[in-house]
């Protein structure tokens, strides 16, 4: 069973940055493919980023292209979101997600499929 837990959420200003990160459990993380996601109030939830464990491919959402990078460390098992020049339209809920399917690629996770394991969440706040 892989566990996960994400921590880094808390309150900044617009144009500020913050860093989420993501630990995780399982004797072979190097081979998950691992996503962030988000859920704003009152709105779906949406992916915001994927890595692959195998060549560190990654895809991102357009809203966050160029101002969120997702990496890994398959070492410590974690999974890291950079998020940079934030918006109060990027306020949410921020989820990591994994999957242990083989097969599953970043793309497949932005697409919402192969979506495994979940973390508790951790909030991220934009003040305008």
């Known amino acids: 069973q892989v566990q996960l837990v994400e921590s880094g959420g808390g309150l900044v200003r617009t144009g500020g940055s913050l860093r989420l990160s993501c630990a995780a459990s399982?004797?072979?993380?190097?081979?998950?493919?691992m996503g962030w996601f988000r859920q704003a109030p009152g709105k779906e939830r949406e992916a915001v980023a994927a890595i692959s464990g195998s060549d560190g491919t990654t895809s991102y959402a357009d809203s966050v292209k160029g101002r969120f990078y997702i990496s890994r460390d398959n070492a410590k098992n974690m999974v890291y979101l950079q998020m940079n020049s934030l918006q109060p339209a990027d306020t949410a809920v921020y989820y990591c997600?994994?999957?242990?399917?083989?097969?599953?690629?970043?793309?497949?996770?932005?697409?919402?499929?192969?979506?495994?394991?979940w973390g508790q969440g951790t909030l991220v706040t934009v003040s305008s």
């Open positions: 399982g004797r072979t993380f190097s081979a998950y493919t």
């Open positions: 997600a994994a999957t242990s399917t083989v097969v599953a690629g970043p793309g497949d996770l932005m697409r919402n499929s192969y979506l495994e394991h």
